[in-house]
């Protein structure tokens, strides 16, 4: 079945580590989205990449990286200058920016001991 | 810059209750709009989605919203609540400036009593 699948489930990280969230997908998608989920606050947007070896900083985009190597992955990189990194995070895909829906994996929860 | 207001951050209804929930939006243009599902740890799902086709849009479990232009409104209703049913709720809208970015709302968390 086509999706995306991110990977850890969870995962806990001690101040001052970099840690790196994986999100693939199999739905020939060309834009790929990070959001960051924290309680009452809806999804921020953190990067976006339309296109392979490209790749946009959104809203909350200080203190993370991004690579878009291969159409299928957009791994994102918490570093330790992101100052609460403790979230929800969420990576989606859509086939092109007016395409209409994100589908969506089913998240990564990042915990900072 | 387009944004989304839903308006309740908590909604609660009894099991077989009319479920409301409420979403304005702010566009200078018609927009794309949206209505995604988040059950506990998981994703988001798409319910619905308005692309000026029908005013009134019919989506999975029972769920539908109406697109009214003179209210810049895109309310959520099911006439029959379900346990099912709870979850979180986000409205959504694609940006027409900066990539067709899309926006959500901030997100109602629907409560059902049995």
């Known amino acids: 079945d086509g999706g995306i699948t991110q990977s850890p489930k969870y995962l806990f990280r001690k101040e001052g580590q970099n840690v790196t969230l994986s999100c693939e997908q199999n739905?020939?998608?060309?834009?790929m989205y990070w959001y960051r989920q924290d309680p009452g606050q809806g999804l921020r947007l953190i990067y976006y990449?339309?296109?392979?070896?490209?790749?946009q900083k959104g809203d909350i985009a200080e203190g993370y990286s991004v690579s878009r190597e291969k159409k299928e992955s957009f791994p994102l990189t918490v570093t330790s200058a992101q100052k609460n990194p403790t979230a929800f995070y969420l990576c989606?895909?859509?086939?092109?920016?007016?395409?209409?829906?994100?589908?969506f994996g089913e998240g990564s929860r990042l915990t900072v001991l | 810059a387009q944004s989304v207001t839903q308006l309740g951050s908590h909604v609660s209804v009894s099991e077989g209750a009319l479920v409301l929930l409420r979403c304005n939006y702010s566009?200078?243009?018609?927009?794309?709009l949206f209505w995604y599902v988040q059950y506990p740890n998981q994703g988001l799902q798409l319910l619905l989605k308005?692309?000026?086709?029908?005013?009134l849009v019919k989506g999975i479990n029972g769920f539908e919203a109406e697109f009214k232009k003179s209210e810049t409104s895109f309310h959520l209703t099911k006439p029959s609540a379900h346990m099912s049913d709870a979850a979180e709720y986000f409205c959504?809208?694609?940006?027409?400036?900066?990539?067709?970015?899309?926006?959500f709302g901030a997100g109602t968390r629907l409560f059902v009593k049995a």
């Open positions: 739905l020939n998608h060309d834009a």
């Open positions: 566009s200078s243009v018609p927009p794309y």
């Open positions: 989606a895909s859509t086939a092109g920016p007016l395409a209409g829906e994100l589908f």
């Open positions: 308005y692309t000026s086709a029908a005013t």
């Open positions: 959504a809208v694609i940006g027409n400036t900066g990539g067709f970015k899309t926006i």
């Open positions: 990449s339309q296109i392979v070896n490209d790749f």
